[in-house]
């Protein structure tokens, strides 16, 4: 089996097409997060949604209750979950308030933050409530 950089000689090509395996890679691992929450009965409200803030991986909804997920991908379920820095976590929390302000019922909409775990096999785990703004 041949990697997608081998026998490319510029540096800058190489960093290109790993950037760009990643990329398909993280929208691979989205996609299968997407499929166990609509199994559930989920609806997608929005994908890689950007804010001041930074961006949400997917954001559900179940009824009327907002979900917030961080996808994280690695070889195992808990390399995937230390992916996860709390910096992050209140990056996401101010995000998803920004998201939650536009929502009919503003601040007052339930929300909850799960972190989806997608290992090497794409097997999906997801840990709800993971975090919140109080964690």
């Known amino acids: 089996m041949t990697r997608p950089t081998e026998g490319v000689a510029d540096p800058r090509e190489v960093r290109r097409l790993r950037g760009m395996a990643a990329s398909l890679s ?17 609806r997608v409200a929005a994908r890689r949604w950007r804010s001041p803030w930074g961006e949400v ?24 979950a230390h992916r996860l820095a709390r910096r992050q976590m209140d990056r996401l929390c101010a ?3 920004d998201f939650a302000d536009r929502e ?25 409530n993971a975090w919140g703004e109080d964690f």
């Open 26 to 42: 993280g929208a691979a691992a989205e996609e299968s997060v997407v499929r166990h929450f609509e199994g559930l009965g989920c």
């Open 57 to 80: 991986d997917l954001i559900l909804r179940d009824g009327t209750r907002l979900i917030f997920v961080e996808v994280k991908k690695a070889r195992s379920f808990d390399r995937a």
């Open 95 to 97: 995000a998803a308030q």
């Open 104 to 128: 009919p019922k503003g601040s007052l909409t339930e929300l909850r933050f799960d972190l989806a775990l997608v290992d090497g096999m794409g097997r999906v785990r997801v840990i709800e």
